[in-house]
T-cell receptor, first 114, second 114 residues
Framework: AQSVAQPEDQVNVAEGNPLTVKCTYS??????LFWYVQYPNRGLQFLLK??????LVKGSYGFEAEFNKSQTSFHLKKPSALVSDSALYFC????????????FGTGTRLKVLA | NAGVMQNPRHLVRRRGQEARLRCSPM?????VYWYRQLPEEGLKFMVY????????ESGMPKERFSAEFPKEGPSILRIQQVVRGDSAAYFC????????????FGPGTRLTVT
């Protein structure tokens, strides 16, 4: 079955430190991968995507993600965390099974401590 | 260009009543997706629609749930005879077409069944 896993329910990091939010996937074919962020009582906002090309993808708000085909991972990273980065982060993969649809991970809550 | 609009933002229904959730996609977008988010869980795909067509409803419960996207007007997600287990946040996302990879999310409708 095609799936996305976010192994950490919560990640805590001190402000100014680098952060990593993990995501692994299991899909047939080439994956189209996405990261979204959700602030309280809001919809999801698109951060970045990997379709093809360079394995390091840069996105909004200083975030980047590294596609690793051998490890089937797409971890979200930021060199220096801000308190305002505290939110719920979702990894997603676009799959094709008859039609295109998106499978989301269960989300990782990032808490940046001042 | 207004974003994806959803209304109402909050909806309270008693068990057995009907709930109607509306989604107006971004201007120029003809593809709409509905997702359900239960507390502390990720988004679960429900249905994918284009104007006047249901493309994929594999995530919709077989009974009580229906969706439409008419030629004119918003997309509607309808839940008949609501039960407490229907309490969740329902998000709509739109895209201009399948060749566009990002989805743009609305702020969601939080349904509470009492």
């Amino acid at each position: 079955a095609q799936s996305v896993a976010q192994p950490e329910d919560q990640v805590n990091v001190a402000e100014g430190n680098p952060l990593t939010v993990k995501c692994t996937y299991s899909v047939s074919g080439n994956p189209y991968l996405f990261w979204y962020v959700q602030y309280p009582n809001r919809g999801l906002q698109f951060l970045l995507k990997y379709i093809t090309g360079d394995n390091l993808v840069k996105g909004s708000y200083g975030f980047e993600a590294e596609f690793n085909k051998s490890q089937t991972s797409f971890h979200l990273k930021k060199p220096s965390a801000l308190v305002s980065d505290s939110a719920l982060y979702f990894c997603a993969v676009r799959v094709h099974s008859g039609t295109y649809k998106y499978i989301f991970g269960t989300g990782t809550r990032l808490k940046v401590l001042a | 260009n207004a974003g994806v609009m959803q209304n109402p933002r909050h909806l309270v229904r008693r068990r057995g009543q009907e709930a109607r959730l509306r989604c107006s996609p971004m201007k120029g977008h003809s593809h709409v997706y509905w997702y359900r988010q239960l507390p502390e869980e990720g988004l679960k795909f429900m249905v994918y629609l284009q104007k006047e067509n249901i493309i994929d409803e594999s995530g919709m419960p077989k009974e009580r749930f229906s969706a439409e996207f008419p030629k004119e007007g918003p997309s509607i997600l309808r839940i008949q005879q609501v039960v407490r287990g229907d309490s969740a946040a329902y998000f709509c996302a739109s895209s201009p077409g399948q060749s566009s990879y990002e989805q743009y999310f609305g702020p969601g409708t939080r349904l509470t069944v009492t």
